[in-house]
T-cell receptor
Framework: GENVEQHPSTLSVQEGDSAVIKCTYSDSASNYFPWYKQELGKRPQLIIDIRSNVGEKKDQRIAVTLNKTAKHFSLHITETQPEDSAVYFCAVPLTGGGNKLTFGTGTQLKVEL | DTGVSQDPRHKITKRGQNVTFRCDPISEHNRLYWYRQTLGQGPEFLTYFQNEAQLEKSRLLSDRFSAERPKGSFSTLEIQRTEQGDSAMYLC?????????????FGPGTRLTVL
């Protein structure tokens, strides 16, 4: 089955700095790469996703880059703010159709004042 | 609120009891997924429906678990003879199929504690 590795597991940055989280996957047929943000006790919320026909997508301070050759994709958050503090999960579809997702192990991002 | 809703939000039960959770997807979303999340981990896929048809079940889903979506709208997840290892957050997500890969929106989850 599909395997997703996510790094780092924890990330601490100063407010205003950038944060980068990287995920690698094993199935070269994967074509959809979402990122979810989960605050403590809350639901996972989709913050950005990218499909395999593009290499980069931006939405204000958030961007995702995809390298299909190397089978990795990264989340970039610029000008970090305290409200960005949360756990971030990458995901890729499991094999077999239906777009059921397998998630990375998460990155705890802490933005310090 | 037009998002995915789940009920109850919290459930405490004793080992051996049966529990049932409900998920109401976003209106007109034809796909509905159940995931389980334990502390410090990402969600793990359990099963999914397209309309009323249950199309796949993960090997994580033991025989004590059953899910239904009788009219293609809300879904229920039942756990029989609960065990302490069943303690987790049970998340529901829904999506609508389209020309490109569908995006999943999650509900707030039901936190199950088995004593």
């Amino acid at each position: 089955g599909e395997n997703v590795e996510q790094h780092p597991s924890t990330l601490s940055v100063q407010e205003g700095d950038s944060a980068v989280i990287k995920c690698t996957y094993s199935d070269s047929a994967s074509n959809y790469f979402p990122w979810y943000k989960q605050e403590l006790g809350k639901r996972p919320q989709l913050i950005i996703d990218i499909r395999s026909n593009v290499g980069e997508k931006k939405d204000q301070r958030i961007a995702v880059t995809l390298n299909k050759t190397a089978k990795h994709f990264s989340l970039h958050i610029t000008e970090t703010q305290p409200e960005d503090s949360a756990v971030y999960f990458c995901a890729v579809p499991l094999t077999g159709g239906g777009n059921k997702l397998t998630f990375g192990t998460g990155t705890q991002l802490k933005v310090e004042l | 609120d037009t998002g995915v809703s789940q009920d109850p939000r919290h459930k405490i039960t004793k080992r051996g009891q049966n529990v049932t959770f409900r998920c109401d997807p976003i209106s007109e979303h034809n796909r509905l997924y159940w995931y389980r999340q334990t502390l410090g981990q990402g969600p793990e896929f359990l099963t999914y429906f397209q309309n009323e048809a249950q199309l796949e079940k993960s090997r994580l889903l033991s025989d004590r678990f059953s899910a239904e979506r009788p009219k293609g709208s809300f879904s229920t997840l039942e756990i029989q003879r609960t065990e302490q290892g069943d303690s987790a957050m049970y998340l529901c997500a829904s999506s609508v199929t389209g020309l490109s890969t569908d995006t999943q929106y999650f509900g707030p989850g039901t936190r199950l504690t088995v004593l």
